[in-house]
């Protein structure tokens, strides 16, 4: 199940856009955040407060990880679609080689094109996962590679330019060819229907009876814990005999697998403790097998590593660009923590027990013990993979539900992101184009920044790591719809604990305005703002988006009868508005109950139902309503951010000092990650 909860919910538009608290660590009035904005995204910066006080060996710590971070952002790019590296390159060098007319309409629009690309990993948008088009013709696009001269295109071996042409051209603009990247349409074959790059040749069925078979001979030959199968690997069907193709040194992706393992192997020089470098150590171990018992030997490990200041996120680890739910995406993200912000998390952390023994969950799928439960705010200073450019707020980790059982789990917020979210979208006018008063609005003023975060907290540091399988539940029976349903779960529990009296018992706010800011927020989202995501016409598909439709709208089905949640028209406007906070919050716990039964039993049917009833349509009057009033406001509904770039100084060969510069030109980062941080070859 997926733990990297994307929880950007609009971050960028909604309460951080209410969010102008003052914070001892904030920079000068001077930095940028905002950058650019281009189609529906924009691009931003942050900032890593505190770097300059980490020691000359921390800091060295923290350059080997990010140059470990940024070595696998080719895999990336092939995962999601087999022909995203040879479509990047071939991009890549008509943006630095043509000499035509660089300042036409036409141009402009090629290197939109582009722009999109490198932000989405790929020719698929990086939250629909639908295809996205140049506002280019095929002829044009056909001309610019002509005529440029200088560089190369990324040619098979014997291939002329023209057929490469003819083979590029028609994988970019041609709407029938790879349309979606992960297709979850009910009664349609998965796989078949997905272009990501998990499985070449093999149909749905195959792919689960293969898996099966694998859970059923480790369970016969007496494994007490099952590991993640498949998650490193592509799944192929080769002359009639399907197989694994597994992410290794030596296998797929070795090439930038190994520039991975050096980097860790220099991290693992300076690290903090013997216990750190234990956990690099078992990583570079598990990248030169590929074996995933070692996967989670490093896990158990990574999971205990409370003492380091110091941390990093490195591997093959979530699963949502998987139809099936099966194999990962490579990422990494470097920090180290925010001490003084950590004692929030902390206090909820040090609370998980009583949490849990007061869940309104059934006692059966209850922890009667919950261990090793951590949690901590952090400071980013280097995002790789799929956590980049667009990044999660909250990570809950690892995703393996006994290591989570029998070790527990870290829990993270990310505090500088979210701070770079508030600061780039301040005086937007979203909060006041779709609140339903004046009220709504000042509480989110007051109290959404803090809101968010808490329900970051509780969703990363309790939620995900709350509940337990019953016995003989493997957790992977709710197969396409277990991302949605645990987020649901994860956003569920913190929704229904944020409102809980033990949270101003425990000080972590002092006014019920932060709960009902929250509220307001998460239905408005759920219900209205989220739509601006969605493409006229589309359904929902996005894990985190059904999560937060099916919460929204299952509570607004429920609460009916009693008007808990009213909708309604004003000046031909629709709003939403929460009438009864106490009986909303009666409404999530009851989901929760249902949604923690539905996992601890791997009831699919009643998880899949949920999801098809409540989750997956889109109203489209609503739809052009509210894709109109966004309209206007000239806003971008997804951000990402430009990376900071460490420099070692040097003496006599020797780093004595590590440099933290603020790069300001998106499409500069990408050419220099292009030349100095891609490996793999442009066809796998």
């Known amino acids: ?78 995962q999601n679609y087999k022909y995203n590296l040879a479509i990047r390159r071939t991009l890549e060098n008509i943006a630095e080689n043509y000499k035509g007319n660089r300042e036409s309409d036409e141009f402009k629009k090629f290197m939109v094109y582009t722009k999109r690309v490198w932000f989405s990993n790929g020719i698929h948008h990086h939250y629909s996962k639908d295809k996205f088009f140049p506002e280019i013709t095929p002829a044009y696009f ?85 590991v993640s199968f498949g998650l490193n690997s592509k799944l192929v069907k080769r002359n009639g005999v399907v197989a694994e193709e597994v992410y290794k040194l030596g296998g797929l992706y ?90 929030r998390a902390e206090t909820i952390s040090a609370n998980a027990q009583w949490f849990e023994d007061h869940s309104p969950v059934d006692t059966r799928f209850k922890k009667p013990e919950v261990k090793g439960v951590s949690a901590k705010v952090i400071t980013a200073a280097q995002l790789g993979g799929d956590c980049y450019p667009s990044t999660p707020i909250g990570i809950n980790l690892p995703n393996a539900d006994w290591i989570r059982k029998e070790h527990g789990s870290k829990s993270v917020t990310i505090e500088n992101i979210t701070y770079a979210y508030d600061q780039a979208a301040i005086g937007n006018g979203m909060i006041e184009e779709f609140a339903a008063s004046p009220e709504e609005i000042e509480l989110a003023k007051n109290f959404g920044s803090l809101a968010s975060n808490l329900h970051t907290d509780l969703h990363e540091c309790l939620g995900h790591g709350s509940g337990q399988l019953l016995p003989g539940t493997r957790g992977d029976e709710l197969k396409n719809y277990g991302s949605p349903l645990e987020e649901a779960r994860a956003d569920l529990f913190a929704l229904y604990y944020i409102a809980d009296p033990k949270m101003m018992e425990l000080g972590l706010y002092d006014n019920e305005g932060v709960y009902k800011a929250e509220y307001n927020s998460y239905i408005r989202n759920g219900m209205l703002t989220q739509l601006t995501r969605i493409e006229p016409g589309k359904t929902i598909e996005q894990a985190h988006m059904r999560c937060r439709q099916l919460i929204a709208a299952w509570s607004y089905d429920l609460g009916k009868d009693k008007n808990v949640i009213e909708k309604f028209e004003r000046d031909g406007k629709t709003y939403v508005k929460v009438n009864d906070y106490e009986a909303l919050r009666e409404l999530f716990g009851k989901m929760l109950s249902e949604i923690q039964r539905i996992k601890s039993e791997g009831d699919y049917t009643a998880g899949r139902d949920l999801i098809e009833k409540y989750a997956v349509q889109v109203d489209q009057k609503l739809h052009s309503e509210i894709l109109a009033r966004f309209s206007k406001l000239n806003l971008a509904p997804y951000g990402g951010f430009i990376n900071p770039v460490f420099v070692p100084v040097t003496q006599n060969g020797k780093i004595v000092d590590v440099k933290v510069e603020y790069p300001d030109d998106y499409t500069g980062q990408m050419m220099d990650y292009s030349k100095n941080h891609s490996f793999l070859p442009a066809f796998n």
């Open 254 to 343: 070795s090439q930038a697998i190994e520039q991975v393992v050096y980097w860790l192997k220099k991290a693992a020089g300076v690290a903090e403790n013997s216990h750190q470098k234990a956990v690099i150590e078992a990583l570079v171990k598990y990248y030169e097998t590929g074996d995933l018992s070692i996967w989670d030997e490093y896990n158990v490990l990574w999971v205990q590593d409370l003492d380091s200041h110091i941390d990093f996120v490195n591997g093959f680890i979530e699963n949502y660009g998987d139809p099936m739910g099966l194999k990962a995406t490579w990422e990494s993200v470097v920090n180290f923590k925010d001490i003084k912000a950590t004692q």
């Open 1 to 78: 199940m997926k733990q990297l909860a994307l929880l950007l919910i609009m971050i960028g538009l909604i309460t951080a856009s209410c969010n102008q608290e003052q914070k001892k660590t904030e920079p000068q009035q001077e930095f940028k955040f905002l950058l650019e904005q281009f189609a529906d995204l924009k691009i931003m910066r942050y900032q890593v407060p505190g770097f300059d006080e980490l020691t000359l060996q921390q800091k060295e710590l923290v350059y080997y990880l990010s140059q470990a971070a940024l070595a696998g952002r080719d895999i990336l790019f092939d």
């Open 142 to 226: 056909e001309s610019l590679m002509r005529e440029t001269t200088g560089g190369s295109f990324p040619l098979r071996e014997g291939q002329d330019l023209e057929s490469f042409i003819a083979e590029i051209v028609p994988v970019i603009f041609d709407p029938n060819i790879a349309p979606k990247a992960v297709s979850q349409e009910a009664g349609k074959d998965l796989l078949l229907n997905s272009a990501c790059n998990f499985y070449e040749g093999v149909t749905e069925q195959e792919a689960e009876l293969f898996y099966k078979n694998l859970k059923d001979q480790a369970v016969k030959a007496g494994a007490d814990t099952l």
